[in-house]
């Protein structure tokens, strides 16, 4: 899950990280009255969870509580790659002098939280990576000591930082680790942090994505999800607990398991097909879940077939052959549907479809032949 | 001959009363896994699924039972407790199948795990199976066979699709483990390779990799490098749209975005034979005959 700016810049200073002065308006009228508040220039700042915002025009200046205002309007409802602008942020407009990055990330190789610095901020990381690798500097945190002092100091070091920023940025560096591990983060990014006209060190801009099995004890986090980060359809999915991740083909997919899924998509294309979606059922789903997942499928206007690959293990292929029959009973289905079932109950499930005459394959790669032909309308 | 678990596995199942604890301990038994102990806290002096002794801590049923193997199937938020308490207690392989276990307490899991003896699988995995001998996982144990070919996969049900393939061809399997799909987890590709490579059992090797990370260019790297045997492989996710999981900061760490081709790439260059759908491995595999 992602948080948006202002979520993570909120986070990082409730550890402490200096963040401008600022507030979220979610109307032109509110943007005014934060400026006046604030009483300095400030930046209007788009929050949607996309990158290039800038770019985009979703970040722009206002040297007056008016302009404040027109600009806000400009940017309330614009559309930034497909998502609807909602609210701005109104931050205190810093004097930039210089710009660093600071990020923390889990480093699956490693086994252990990395963080990064580097001289070069303002601009992607990859960015950085591709062109100047030499200016990111990583250090690797135990995950049973924590982040120690000489660690941040080696960034501090390694990145150039002028001395009299050393002891400000060793702390900062402590707070985003702190940061990151309580709010069981899988990455947090400060982006740029700033030395600005007083000469002290700010969060400019702010990034976390967290761990989604962890949501359940991060029960505030948890509260913040923006509905725009995924699609109503795999919203819908999640809150039933079934994965679901949209894609622009014409086979509708239901799998168990991921692996299984993403290999069923990738035979779809061997074969000449496109799947519209890859979704997973998850282990030890029963009727109503294949239910909901169907509906889910046959709501994709593009869904020219449906393929239904289920190797029963936890999932029981007569449960599974349950829930497809009421599903064709209580949807509206018009596409052809392809099943492959094997596995435990396989047997008691295929005797269910045929008794509602629903053609059933043994084999993978017959079903999906079987599918992608439906699907270009040469029958199944 | 087989890896890690055999006749001689002595399994202790924590989580035993719990439904999928108790359906899966029932399972193994069928299978001829010999399992000796439950742990529950709190259920200590019942029995479990016939005649299974249940204990209160691992401590006691190690001391009682001689248990070498754990299976873990409690939830997520109590996951990590039960297998600290397994290596504290001395057992020497602990299967963790529970899923969504937060990623940070793995890392201080595996931090602590690595100063003892014990070598973890999973979480969020099948298990494994010497077939024919023991089953330490939720698979379904039919559509195995005994033979000589060693599994190696992040995936579970893809798994199962191709020891179906495998087995429908009369090619049997030595053992079969799934490490399981976390970012941070126990036993690695790498370290299961060296096993098989090791086993006189094992004349070939199946691995079956996903999308994300780069623990199969590691592995690939052993085989160019360390490996003998022939070595099969497929990996899921060659069609999936990138990004949808993983910030553009984690590629960068570990030094490549985890895409299928990467990996493809690196394993032909190990002289790997690649398969283009789970089905076409069996086929492979019997070029190794």
Redesign the interface.
Known sequence: MKLHEYQSKRVFAEYGVPIPNGEVATTPAEARAIAEQIGKSVVIKSQVLVGGRGKAGGIKLAGTPDEAEKVAAQILGMDIKGLTVQKVLVDEAADIRSEIYL?A?????A????I?ASSEGGV???EV?AETPEK?I?VHV???LGMQGYQARQLAYGIGLPKEHVSAFTKIAQSLYRAF?ES?A??A?INPLVINGDNQLQAVDGKI?L?D??L??QKELAAMRDPDEDSPTETEAREVGISY?D?DGEIGCM??????A??T??????YGGS?AN?LDIG?GAGADKVLAALRIILRDARVKAVLINI????TRCDEVANGIVEAINSLNVEVPIVVRM???NEDEGRQILADSNLPSAN???EAVQMAVAAAKGEGA | MSILVDNGTRLLVQGITGSQGAFHAEQMIQYGTNVVAGAVPGRGGQWAVGNTPVFDTVHEAVATTDANTSIIFVPAAFAVDALLEAADAGVALIVCITENIPALDMARARAYLDSTDSVLIGPNCPGLISPGTAKVGIMAGHIHTPGNVGIVSRSGTLTYEVIYALTARGIGQSTAVGIGGDPIKGLNFLDVLQMFEQDSATEQVVLIGEIGGTDEQVAADYIRTEMNKPVTAFIAGQTAPPGKRMGHAGAIISGGEGTAAEKIEALQDAGVAIARHPEEIAELAAHNI
């Open positions: 990020g990330v889990l480093d699956r190789g086994r252990k939280v990395a990064m992607e990381i990859e990576a990111i990583t135990h995950p049973l591990v069981d899988s990455l990014e994505l761990d099995s962890a359940p004890r991740i894609l799998v168990n398991g991921a692996g299984l993403m290999a998509m990738d035979i779809i294309k061997l799947p890859f282990g190797f029963g293990g936890i094997v596995g435990v084999q993978l790669s």
